[in-house]
């Protein structure tokens, strides 16, 4: 139980890592979380500093929650028991709360997209790369992050039905708290949705 408990706050710790801070005040001498919509993850980075920048954060982003979540298997718990998969979940929540709550940039983060991503993919990895095609397509059709992000998490607990052959009620369970959680945190964006004011975003050129 101890060995649980250092896992998680060593999880948390990971996912506390700022990447788009310290990448945009080391190497612009701007701290992104004062620019744009203010969040410190990799789709602000881009709109404030490019995709030279946002392309490391977004990558260290997604490994430092899969890193969180693969200390699991160092907990000596066997691959695929009910305890590995429970650890997982508790490892997947210290880190998105670390990126969300950083320890290392006064507790001012970002949405955690990218890192719940990593960290999920470490669960439940086929999945996840189909919710990436969702992304990838929804984001190439309307250029919004946020629609992207959302349309991803809401086909994560579909994807679980469909792949697993009656899949655990905890894993779909899980799911569903993902898919949620993404709603959650893009409250505001839905409703600059809804009224047309959500900002587009463009990977390599930038248009009115």
């Known amino acids: 139980m101890a060995l649980n408990v250092f896992f998680i706050l060593v999880a948390y710790v990971l996912g506390s890592i700022p990447s788009a801070v310290w990448i945009g005040k080391r190497f612009y001498g701007i701290d992104v979380r004062e620019h744009g919509s203010r969040n410190a993850g990799a789709t602000n980075t881009l709109r404030v500093l490019g995709a030279r920048a946002a392309l490391p954060v977004f990558a260290i982003d997604i490994l430092k929650g899969f890193a969180a979540v693969m200390l699991a298997h160092l907990s000596g718990y066997e691959a695929g028991s009910s305890q590995m998969f429970?650890?997982?979940i508790a490892l997947v929540a210290?880190?998105?709360?670390?990126?969300?709550?950083?320890?290392f940039a006064d507790f001012r983060g970002g949405k955690g997209v990218a890192t719940l991503a990593g960290a999920v993919l470490a669960v439940y990895p086929g999945a996840v790369l189909l919710c990436l095609i969702v992304f990838a397509v929804v984001f190439g059709l309307t250029h919004y992050v946020s629609l992207g992000s959302m349309s991803a998490g809401v086909a994560f607990p579909i994807f679980i039905l469909i792949l697993k052959r009656q899949p655990p009620v905890s894993l779909v369970v899980f799911g569903c708290v993902i898919a949620l959680l993404l709603l959650f945190t893009h409250r505001k964006n839905i409703r600059r949705l809804l009224t047309r004011s959500e900002s587009k975003t463009y990977l390599f050129k930038h248009k009115g």
């Open 86 to 88: 429970n650890l997982k």
């Open 94 to 103: 210290a880190a998105v709360a670390g990126h969300i709550l950083p320890l």
